[in-house]
């Protein structure tokens, strides 16, 4: 059974199953999901927790055995295992084997953020077929307003779609910032009923302005956040060598991949033996058909420009500088 976080609790309501693997991109949700197995566990006398983390030379055969023999023990025990993105063959095989054949009095619960391709493997696929497979998928910017609404109704507070806008763009790119908001907000003003001007008087700004952040939006090709979040950058005291190297390094990673484009088919290929990893392929892939080769080029020689500018080896605002970058790796064209 694969279902998603929100669809977890009437899942558990019915009954609880004996193995649960949880992943998916955003750890709030992936924290949500792991506690409210823990909390049905324990509500079904699931006394004992052992917690083990999936790491190079870990006792599988130790693990396995202990499992095997829980059956003797007079309380029940839930094990969870906290894996990393791409577990290699030992670990699949042994946890394919604990999806198909889960020990007796145990609730087996696996959770870590898997790689996307990771979800179509078969190990995967058996806690799917026997367990169930809860994937939490990340709350994108056009979700983020209803989302915050529906966690702050689960408090009794209510919230104008304007003051839900505003909120999101307070708190965009930081789930667990905007639930802490929701959780302070619903503390503060209990059974309210909140406008834009509550809102923007209660709320601090949370928004994560990181530089990887930015050379994602800005590769993804979305001009506005990628500039918002510059100005955010600028606004901490963030100096501009620390967020050309963010922007560099992706335009450095596109102009490799490009080159072998033009003799090599396979795309996940390039990616792999060019060390670009998932978080930063889908970003990557959405520039490639935007911009050219030439246009790559054009785009190192500028960021070579900015960086002199942020040595004092060049005149000129590093920082306008660096607006016209991002500009221009988003797709927005401006003239030389």
């Known amino acids: 059974m694969r279902t998603s976080p929100d669809g977890l609790p009437p899942g558990l309501a019915r009954g609880l199953r004996s193995v649960y693997l949880v992943t998916g991109s955003e750890p709030l949700l992936i924290a949500e999901a792991c506690d409210a197995i823990r909390a049905a566990a324990r509500a079904q006398?699931?006394?004992?927790?052992?917690?083990?983390?999936?790491?190079?030379?870990?006792?599988?055969?130790?693990?396995?055995?202990?499992?095997?023999?829980?059956?003797?023990?007079?309380?029940?025990?839930?094990?969870?295992?906290?894996?990393?993105?791409?577990?290699?063959?030992?670990?699949?095989?042994?946890?394919?084997?604990?999806?198909?054949?889960?020990?007796?009095?145990?609730?087996?619960?696996?959770?870590?953020?898997?790689?996307?391709?990771?979800?179509?493997?078969?190990?995967?696929?058996?806690?799917?077929?026997?367990?169930?497979?809860?994937?939490?998928?990340?709350?994108?910017?056009?979700?983020?307003?209803?989302?915050?609404?529906?966690?702050?109704?689960?408090?009794?507070?209510?919230?104008?779609?304007?003051?839900?806008?505003l909120l999101a763009d307070r708190v965009e790119g930081n789930l667990l910032a905007a639930q802490q908001e929701v959780e302070r907000v619903a503390l503060l003003m209990p059974g309210a009923t909140l406008d834009a001007g509550q809102v923007a008087e209660l709320v601090a700004d949370s928004a994560r302005y990181d530089v990887f952040e930015l050379s994602a939006a800005a590769f993804s090709g979305q001009p506005e956040r990628a500039l918002r979040i510059l100005a955010g950058l600028r606004g901490e005291g963030r100096e501009p060598p620390l967020v050309l190297w963010a922007l560099l390094n992706d335009l450095r990673g596109l102009s490799r991949v490009a080159q072998r484009l033009e003799r090599e088919r396979s795309l996940d290929s390039i990616f792999r033996s060019e060390q670009i990893w998932s978080n930063r392929q889908k970003p990557l892939q959405a520039a490639l058909p935007r911009l050219s080769r030439g246009d790559i080029d054009a785009l190192l020689l500028e960021a070579a420009a900015v960086d002199r500018m942020a040595k004092g080896s060049l005149r000129g605002d590093a920082w306008v500088a660096l607006e016209l970058l991002v500009a221009r790796i988003a797709g927005v064209r401006l003239a030389a």
């Open 45 to 165: 006398q699931y006394a004992d927790r052992e917690v083990h983390f999936l790491e190079r030379g870990f006792d599988w055969n130790a693990l396995l055995a202990d499992a095997a023999n829980l059956s003797l023990f007079a309380t029940r025990r839930l094990i969870e295992l906290r894996i990393g993105p791409t577990p290699d063959a030992e670990a699949q095989k042994s946890l394919a084997g604990l999806a198909e054949r889960p020990p007796e009095d145990t609730v087996l619960l696996v959770s870590g953020e898997l790689e996307y391709k990771t979800l179509k493997t078969a190990w995967v696929k058996a806690f799917e077929e026997h367990g169930v497979l809860v994937v939490a998928q990340p709350v994108e910017r056009p979700a983020l307003p209803t989302w915050i609404r529906d966690r702050l109704a689960r408090h009794g507070v209510r919230i104008e779609p304007a003051a839900a806008e």
